[in-house]
């Protein structure tokens, strides 16, 4: 068998494999004077929305167009499936997205092209609704992972060599987040020797899909525990251990690819000299734990439109899906742009034959992209009212400027028009010029990532293994915050998730895939007794692509929450666990000798 048929003869159920290699990993060892390795595993976890999925389909009598009333993150991705799945042209399907009652990846694509379909055979609407326990059966929950990882770094805290291979359970379809995990695995630190490995298997389980974050809290997870256990045995402070070795902005990611502008090193500052780090008291079953994690920005191209009323008021149509306060945003974008109070701007998600492109809402990127486009769209129409008042005002559109519902003539407020002059001018029979409606469109930007970092205290009861969170802080790059609250709640929620990861939430199947854990009942989340004060620190490292500076905020939040707690159980007991959820169970057989996986 030659070396051209083993690589060619793969298992029946790799659906993918990557592959990223940096210098020389034998020789990275060689240099290495601690050479640390261990393998971290994490479970199926769903995405736990308190809406199960809920699509309605129509059939139009006359024409024969499909229209869709979905819970859905994507309204455009869900007109493709359709349109695919009937065979028909996209203008025959109308995707009308509804209120989404939460959503964090597993609401994209589902129950779309069967109800559509079902309703085209029957000629009546049909509707479907799952049941919770349905929801638990049928959805696209996050998948396992299993990652080995080995690290070798000198004495003085310098890594040298970086070797991993990652294996996704993606159930019985393709679309585990492999690729992304094993780019950030090996990422956030400055390595000259890498190799990593990365596949995605098939399995007799339900298909697996995205979660916020998707493959970001599984990589982050195993490489923030081995920067803990290799900065302990080396003993070097485990913030400066990180500093000393992260990454940069134009530092290359696996991939080949540079890092852009990022806050990994402003957030880690923020980290050490924060108060709840500096203070650290331990005492019996007391641990504090750190780690850092980071989301590269997601991208898509966007649109966006802005019409202005004869009352002086606007509408922003966009066609993305408002699920985590983003409309909010978009009407203080459009407001700065316009010099018009938020109470002026009404921002409207149109269906699909109405709306301009958005793609999801999804990745991090709905502010980011989205919001380019609605500040290019505001701009648009700002130029449009400054041309009809410099006509109207005889003056030049530079001495113009609006504020308070008015153009006027800079340094002589007396000389100026109201914005309802300005649009009835344009909107009015015999008007003399153009509707005032302004056009954005942008393309796929470069990416801005964001990085948190999330400090947690923990108490552990070594007898029965519990762990009770007594204080917790997340530290966060936000780029420029234009909605304050709207960002420390995604900060606040991010963090619930990551507590989520780190001490409650599997699913479990019994040998044969059959799911065990399909009711809340079963599937434990955490609840507000478990969650404890909290505390958000936002750092601003403003993207340069971004609207104002901004960057998405999303993603970030939940990434490190379960390597800190895994860290902060650590510190209390003195054993590192490399399984999550890490639950009372395992912990109390760890203390009583029935596990081994000691530091």
Same mark, same amino acid.
């Given at each position: 068998?030659?070396?051209?048929?083993?690589?060619?003869?793969?298992?029946?159920?790799?659906?993918?494999?990557?592959?990223?290699?940096?210098?020389?990993?034998?020789?990275?060892?060689?240099?290495?004077?601690?050479?640390?390795?261990?393998?971290?595993?994490?479970?199926?976890?769903?995405?736990?929305?308190?809406?199960?999925?809920?699509?309605?389909?129509?059939?139009?009598?006359?024409?024969?167009?499909?229209?869709?009333?979905?819970?859905?993150?994507?309204?455009?991705?869900?007109?493709?499936?359709?349109?695919?799945?009937?065979?028909?042209?996209?203008?025959?399907?109308?995707?009308?997205?509804?209120?989404?009652?939460?959503?964090?990846?597993?609401?994209?694509?589902?129950?779309?092209?069967?109800?559509?379909?079902?309703?085209?055979?029957?000629?009546?609407?049909?509707?479907?609704?799952?049941?919770?326990?349905?929801?638990?059966?049928?959805?696209?929950?996050?998948?396992?992972?299993?990652?080995?990882?080995?690290?070798?770094?000198?004495?003085?805290?310098?890594?040298?060599?970086?070797?991993?291979?990652?294996?996704?359970?993606?159930?019985?379809?393709?679309?585990?987040?492999?690729?992304?995990?094993?780019?950030?695995?090996?990422?956030?630190?400055?390595?000259?020797?890498?190799?990593?490995?990365?596949?995605?298997?098939?399995?007799?389980?339900?298909?697996?899909?995205?979660?916020?974050?998707? %493959? =970001?809290?599984?990589? /982050?997870?195993?490489?923030? +525990?081995?920067?803990? @256990?290799? $900065? !302990?045995? &080396? *003993?070097?402070? #485990?913030?400066?251990?990180?500093?000393?070795?992260?990454?940069?902005?134009?530092?290359?990611?696996?991939?080949?690819?540079?890092?852009?502008?990022?806050?990994?090193?402003?957030?880690?500052?923020?980290?050490?000299?924060?108060?709840?780090?500096?203070?650290?008291?331990?005492?019996?079953?007391?641990?504090?734990?750190?780690?850092?994690?980071?989301?590269?920005?997601?991208?898509?191209?966007?649109?966006?439109?802005?019409?202005?009323?004869?009352?002086?008021?606007?509408?922003?149509?966009? %066609? =993305?899906?408002?699920? /985590?306060?983003?409309?909010? +945003?978009?009407?203080? @974008?459009? $407001? !700065?742009? &316009? *010099?018009?109070? #938020?109470?002026?701007?009404?921002?409207?998600?149109?269906?699909?034959?109405?709306?301009?492109?958005?793609?999801?809402?999804?990745?991090?990127?709905?502010?980011?992209?989205?919001?380019?486009?609605?500040?290019?769209?505001?701009?648009?129409?700002?130029?449009?009212?400054?041309?009809?008042?410099?006509?109207?005002?005889?003056?030049?559109?530079?001495?113009?400027?609006?504020?308070?519902?008015?153009?006027?003539?800079?340094?002589?407020?007396?000389?100026?028009?109201?914005?309802?002059?300005?649009?009835?001018?344009?909107?009015?029979?015999?008007?003399?010029?153009?509707?005032?409606?302004?056009?954005?469109?942008?393309?796929?930007?470069?990416?801005?990532?964001?990085?948190?970092?999330?400090?947690?205290?923990?108490?552990?009861?070594?007898?029965?293994?519990?762990?009770?969170?007594?204080?917790?802080?997340?530290?966060?790059?936000?780029?420029?915050?234009?909605?304050?609250?709207?960002?420390?709640?995604?900060?606040?929620?991010?963090?619930?998730?990551?507590?989520?990861?780190?001490?409650?939430?599997?699913?479990?199947?019994?040998?044969?895939?059959?799911?065990?854990?399909?009711?809340?009942?079963?599937?434990?989340?955490?609840?507000?007794?478990?969650?404890?004060?909290?505390?958000?620190?936002?750092?601003?490292?403003?993207?340069?692509?971004?609207?104002?500076?901004?960057?998405?905020?999303?993603?970030?939040?939940?990434?490190?929450?379960?390597?800190?707690?895994?860290?902060?159980?650590?510190?209390?007991?003195?054993?590192?666990?490399?399984?999550?959820?890490?639950?009372?169970?395992?912990?109390?057989?760890?203390?009583?000798?029935?596990?081994?996986?000691?530091?």
């Amino acid at each position: 068998m030659t070396a051209v048929e083993v690589k060619e003869r793969k298992p029946s159920n790799v659906a993918n494999r990557y592959r990223f290699t940096r210098g020389d990993i034998a020789q990275g060892f060689r240099d290495a004077d601690l050479i640390v390795e261990r393998t971290y595993v994490t479970g199926r976890l769903h995405q736990a929305y308190m809406e199960p999925h809920a699509t309605l389909a129509a059939i139009d009598p006359v024409t024969a167009a499909v229209t869709v009333y979905t819970s859905t993150q994507g309204q455009f991705y869900v007109r493709q499936e359709v349109a695919d799945a009937l065979d028909r042209p996209e203008q025959e399907v109308r995707v009308v997205p509804m209120t989404v009652g939460g959503g964090f990846g597993g609401k994209i694509l589902l129950l779309e092209p069967m109800t559509a379909a079902l309703a085209v055979a029957v000629r009546r609407p049909v509707r479907l609704v799952l049941t919770r326990q349905d929801d638990f059966f049928l959805s696209n929950p996050g998948p396992e992972c299993e990652i080995h990882l080995k690290t070798g770094v000198t004495r003085d805290g310098t890594l040298t060599a970086f070797e991993a291979k990652l294996i996704f359970d993606a159930g019985a379809e393709p679309g585990a987040p492999a690729s992304i995990a094993a780019i950030l695995l090996g990422g956030y630190y400055r390595v000259p020797h890498l190799q990593i490995e990365s596949l995605e298997v098939l399995t007799h389980k339900p298909p697996t899909g995205a979660y916020r974050a998707p %493959g =970001a809290p599984q990589a /982050t997870f195993a490489i923030e +525990s081995q920067m803990n @256990i290799m $900065a !302990e045995q &080396l *003993g070097i402070d #485990p913030i400066e251990f990180r500093l000393k070795n992260a990454a940069a902005q134009g530092d290359p990611m696996p991939n080949g690819r540079p890092w852009g502008k990022m806050g990994l090193r402003a957030v880690l500052e923020t980290v050490r000299d924060h108060p709840k780090w500096q203070s650290r008291e331990h005492g019996d079953g007391i641990g504090y734990g750190v780690a850092v994690g980071g989301w590269p920005g997601g991208v898509e191209s966007a649109a966006a439109c802005v019409r202005a009323n004869t009352d002086g008021t606007f509408q922003v149509v966009i %066609g =993305a899906v408002d699920i /985590t306060g983003t409309a909010t +945003s978009m009407t203080l @974008i459009a $407001a !700065e742009v &316009l *010099g018009v109070p #938020p109470e002026s701007i009404r921002v409207v998600t149109a269906d699909t034959d109405q709306a301009p492109y958005a793609g999801m809402s999804a990745g991090s990127k709905t502010t980011y992209t989205v919001g380019s486009a609605v500040k290019q769209a505001a701009e648009d129409a700002r130029r449009q009212i400054l041309a009809i008042a410099a006509s109207e005002l005889e003056a030049r559109q530079d001495d113009l400027e609006i504020r308070d519902g008015k153009v006027f003539v800079r340094g002589t407020p007396q000389r100026g028009l109201a914005l309802a002059e300005i649009a009835k001018k344009s909107m009015s029979f015999g008007a003399k010029y153009a509707p005032v409606f302004g056009n954005g469109s942008v393309p796929a930007p470069k990416a801005s990532p964001g990085f948190a970092a999330h400090i947690a205290k923990v108490h552990v009861d070594k007898d029965t293994g519990q762990v009770r969170l007594l204080d917790y802080a997340v530290i966060q790059d936000v780029g420029f915050a234009i909605n304050p609250a709207a960002v420390e709640g995604q900060m606040r929620g991010g963090a619930v998730q990551g507590i989520g990861w780190g001490l409650f939430e599997s699913m479990l199947y019994d040998g044969h895939g059959t799911l065990l854990t399909a009711t809340f009942a079963d599937y434990s989340i955490p609840r507000a007794t478990d969650v404890p004060p909290m505390e958000t620190v936002m750092v601003e490292v403003p993207s340069e692509l971004g609207p104002f500076g901004a960057k998405g905020v999303g993603e970030p939040s939940v990434i490190p929450g379960g390597a800190a707690i895994a860290n902060a159980i650590a510190d209390a007991v003195g054993l590192r666990f490399t399984t999550l959820p890490i639950t009372p169970a395992r912990i109390a057989a760890a203390m009583h000798g029935e596990l081994t996986d000691r530091q």
